[in-house]
């Protein structure tokens, strides 16, 4: 089944203590992305990825870090988390290098810091 | 003022009725844009691209109007499983700018 996976769902962390969201798709597509969804602010795009070894900050891309060393995968890196990144996180990819195509979602992280 | 902005709503409608949302966006440069729909707490789907000359997908209908530099999706016949938020998404280069959404409930 094509599909883009998100891992964990829900993750209760304290503030400092590093964390990995993993994020694979299995479409072989080229464009990968991290949004965060906030009530009243919408979907705000982090960091994006046209290509293997190529990333690209997005909206709201402070605290983030992300790394795309093989086309199916598309972990977020929080090294320090604060309060202000609780939120639910979506990671979604399609099929070329360019965000024109229909973007398919994993199903969300909804993250909280304490 | 933000990039993408939408009427947050709520709107309700009753089953059969004709709804319409609008979305303006601030870059001129703006080059693709699509409609997203978002049920609770599930991840958002494509609704259906905006092209230039307007395009129809049954039931659903979306404009693009470049001068005045606004989107809008009608929807016609409202069924109860079209209630969800309506997002607005606008790409002005390599990245996405995301609407905070218009939320939409049908009922009986």
């Known amino acids: 089944e094509a599909q883009v996976t998100q891992n964990p769902r829900y993750l209760i962390t304290v503030t400092g203590k590093k964390l990995t969201v993993t994020c694979s798709q299995n479409?072989?597509?080229?464009?990968m992305s991290w949004y965060r969804q906030d009530p009243g602010l919408g979907l705000r795009q982090i960091y994006y990825?046209?290509?293997?070894?190529?990333?690209d900050k997005g909206d709201v891309p402070e605290g983030y870090k992300v790394s795309r060393k093989e086309k199916r995968n598309f972990p977020l890196i929080l090294e320090s988390p604060s309060p202000n990144q609780t939120s639910l996180y979506f990671c979604?990819?399609?099929?070329?290098?360019?965000?024109?195509?229909?973007?398919?979602f994993g199903p969300g992280t909804r993250l909280t810091v304490t | 003022r933000k990039e993408v902005e939408q009427d947050p709503g709520p709107f309700n409608v009753p089953e059969g009725a004709t709804v319409a949302f609008n979305c303006t966006y601030s870059n001129s440069a703006s080059q693709s844009f699509f409609w997203y729909r978002q049920d609770c707490r599930k991840e958002p789907k494509l609704l259906m691209s905006v092209y230039s000359s307007g395009n129809e997908d049954g039931r659903f209908t979306a404009q693009l109007n470049r001068a005045s530099q606004y989107i809008s999706l009608l929807i016609r016949d409202s069924k109860l499983s079209d209630s969800a938020t309506y997002l607005c998404v606008v790409i002005p280069g390599n990245d996405m700018r995301f609407g905070a959404g218009t939320r939409l409930t049908v009922k009986p």
């Open positions: 990825s046209m290509n293997v070894e190529v990333t």
């Open positions: 479409m072989n597509h080229e464009y």
């Open positions: 979604a990819s399609s099929e070329r290098g360019t965000p024109y195509d229909e973007q398919y």
